[in-house]
């Protein structure tokens, strides 16, 4: 069966030693595909080096492209529309989504009106040409609700999400999906159990953010997309479920958003 990591960071420094190990590591676990996000336009030829090089170890790469807003102090919103420009316009890189993109109010960068003009140009980028953000949420659910409903856009995912289970529904309300990731294998998140065991199975999509976010097993080291099945698993178990049954309704999801990857 299908397994997709619909959030991953190929291009990261943590995989530059070894990403054919990492990718052939993450097929042995089975996982068939990952989506791999962007950051920076600065950083978009690496990513794309580094997806050939995940697809020729056997996995299933597919792209989505965008300026995270963590770089805020160094793209401008029109060099992130240009960005996009050219790779919708360049041979065969089809990307599925539009992100890494979103907001973060936890202190990475003071700059809020920058961040707002940054997201929302690409968040319109987006809905212009009828792809979905991969949405960055820190401390900031409220605003990033506040432009979803008033631009038109194609729906999407809201990735590592902090809020509370009112704004996951009203993410859920304007067509988003939410990610699950290794933030669900933590014995004491019982905010986020909870928030997973409440929310409509047909919104959940799975996601590893590695290198990032390891889960509970991997406290302190670099999480890999093969590390997904633990994930699943967690779910599985909260939800109170066979995973077989699980992933089969997680994998409807994954394809109502993406297409075939
Ligand atoms: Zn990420």
């Known amino acids: 069966m299908e397994l997709i990591d619909t959030h991953c960071h190929l291009e990261a420094q943590a995989f530059a030693e070894d990403l054919p190990a990492v990718a052939a590591h993450a097929v042995a676990q089975g996982v068939t ?3 791999a996000m962007g950051v920076s336009p600065a950083d978009f030829s690496a990513q794309a080096d580094a997806m050939a090089v995940a697809r020729s170890a056997g996995l299933r790469v597919a792209a989505a492209y965008g300026s995270h807003p963590w770089w805020v102090e160094r793209v401008s919103p029109e060099e992130a529309v240009d960005a996009l ?17 979103g907001l973060d109010f936890a202190g990475k960068t003071d700059d809020t009106d920058r961040q707002n003009a940054l997201f929302v140009a690409q968040l319109e980028w987006a809905g212009h040409h009828g792809l979905p ?17 008033r631009r038109q856009h194609a729906g999407g995912v809201v990735h590592g999400f902090t809020g509370s289970l009112q704004q ?26 909870q928030m997973m065991r409440e929310l409509p199975l047909d919104a959940l999509v799975l996601e590893t953010d590695a290198p990032n976010q390891p889960g509970h097993a991997h406290r302190g080291e670099r999480n890999l997309p093969g590390y997904l099945p633990e994930n699943l698993a967690a779910l599985a178990r909260l939800r109170d479920m066979e995973e077989g049954a699980l992933l089969a309704q997680i994998n409807r999801n994954t394809r109502r958003l993406f297409g075939d990857v």
Do not use: C, M
Request: hydrophobic share 45%; aromatic share 6%; charged share 20%.
């Open 33 to 35: 595909a990952v989506v």
């Open 168 to 193: 996951a529904r009203q993410f859920i309300d304007q067509g988003l999906y939410l990610g699950v990731g290794g933030a669900i294998t933590h014995p004491g998140a019982h905010r986020t159990h």
């Open 133 to 149: 953000v991969i949405l960055h949420e820190r401390k900031s659910a409220d605003r990033l609700l506040y432009w979803l409903r």
């Open 85 to 101: 420009e050219q790779v919708r316009a360049a041979n065969g890189s089809n990307p599925v989504a539009v992100g890494e993109i």
